[in-house]
Nanobody
Framework: QVHVVERGGGFVQAGGSLRLSCTAS????????MSWFRQAPGKQRDLVAS???????AYPDSVKGRFTISRNNARNTVFLQMANLKPEDSAVYYC?????????WGKGTLVTVSL
């Protein structure tokens, strides 16, 4: 059984930093792409960072240069370092992995950025 658990959300002022972590169990972690998505109230869930098994990363323009995704395969953990946070970054952040055609999601962690 696959379990995905996010940690590290919280309240931060604009311009601040926050680090999220996600641990996935029940999969061969090192071979799977891991991704972070976010969803603000009333909006769709959007990709914010992705890291492949070879360590290559991808970001949308909205977070490029501010967010950094990394992984520690020995700990089955992926991280999202967020810097220079803006109020528009406020959302529930979800960790995702996929096995075959099946997506696995955590329950999410809330990030709130105030002015």
């Amino acid at each position: 059984q696959v379990h995905v658990v996010e940690r590290g959300g919280g309240f931060v002022q604009a311009g601040g930093s926050l680090r999220l972590s996600c641990t996935a169990s029940g999969i061969n972690f090192k071979i799977h792409r891991m991704s972070w998505f976010r969803q603000a109230p009333g909006k769709q869930r959007d990709l914010v960072a992705s890291i492949a098994s070879d360590g290559s990363t991808a970001y949308p323009d909205s977070v490029k240069g501010r967010f950094t995704i990394s992984r520690n395969n020995a700990r089955n953990t992926v991280f999202l370092q967020m810097a220079n946070l803006k109020p528009e970054d406020s959302a529930v952040y979800y960790c995702n992995t996929k096995r075959g055609s099946t997506d696995f999601w955590g329950k999410g962690t809330l990030v709130t950025v105030s002015l």
